[in-house]
């Protein structure tokens, strides 16, 4: 079974500053997804960026990129230019790209805290 | 933009009760997921369905079970709450297709068994 690890419960960073969230995974399979997801204080749950694993090329959006490795089984994110929007639990998550495969699975989740 | 509600943000309930958590999303999603969050545990699937009346049991289906009679109605429910189903519950939607398709999730209903 696939397995999502976040080594970092909890992350600061001043705002403005740059931060990178680890995280990676266990899998024998060559074909998935990654995603991250922020879920704000008492606010509901949004995608923040994914990847496919079969484009080598790091996803971005906006001040969100990532780092992918495959082979070392990363994928980590970076926040550059810090907000104070963006204090929040960070999860990583994994597909499967098998048919049929419907299940996300998560790691156990960062807390970022920015410091203005 | 997609929408996920859910019945209740937060709800009391005793020991022995039937509890029944109702999700609505209005995306005509095929697929629904109802998830356990708990501090330092992460997001565990409970059971997720990919039509009306389909259900597969997820990671920790034990103590509950759901219901989905309509396509955008997909409930939870605890036939006897107990003290540790005390959590947070999430509800997702996702649409069709097999490729990096996100899922949408709702508010949260934290549910506390006294």
């Known amino acids: 079974a696939q397995t999502v690890t976040q080594s970092q419960p909890e992350m600061s960073v001043q705002e403005a500053e740059t931060v990178t969230l680890s995280c990676t995974y266990d899998?024998?399979?060559?074909?998935?997804?990654l995603f991250w997801y922020k879920q704000p204080p008492s606010r509901q749950m949004i995608l923040v960026i994914r990847?496919?694993?079969?484009?080598?090329q790091n996803a971005t959006e906006n001040r969100f990129s990532v780092n992918f490795q495959k082979a070392a089984k990363s994928f980590s994110l970076k926040i550059s230019d810090s907000q104070l929007g963006d204090a929040a639990m960070y999860f990583c998550?994994?597909?499967?790209?098998?048919?049929?495969?419907?299940?996300?699975?998560f790691g156990k989740g960062t807390k970022l805290t920015v410091n203005p | 933009d997609v929408k996920v509600t859910q019945s209740s943000r937060y709800l009391v309930k005793r020991t022995g009760e039937k509890v029944f958590l109702e999700c609505v999303q209005d995306?005509?999603?095929?697929?629904m997921f109802w998830y356990r969050q708990d501090p330092g545990l992460g997001l565990r699937l409970i059971y997720f369905?990919?039509?009306?009346?389909?259900?597969e049991k997820g990671d920790i289906p034990e103590g509950y079970s759901v219901s989905r009679e309509k396509k955008e109605r997909f409930s939870l429910i605890l036939e006897s709450a107990s003290t540790n189903q005390t959590s947070m519950y999430l509800c997702?939607?996702?649409?069709?297709?097999?490729?990096?398709?996100?899922?949408?999730f709702g508010p949260g209903t934290r549910l506390t068994v006294t």
């Open positions: 997702a939607s996702r649409g069709p297709g097999t490729g990096v398709v996100e899922q949408y």
């Open positions: 995306m005509d999603h095929e697929n």
């Open positions: 998550a994994y597909r499967s790209a098998l048919g049929g495969s419907e299940k996300l699975v």
């Open positions: 990847q496919e694993a079969y484009k080598q």
């Open positions: 899998t024998s399979e060559s074909d998935y997804y």
């Open positions: 369905s990919y039509d009306v009346k389909m259900k």
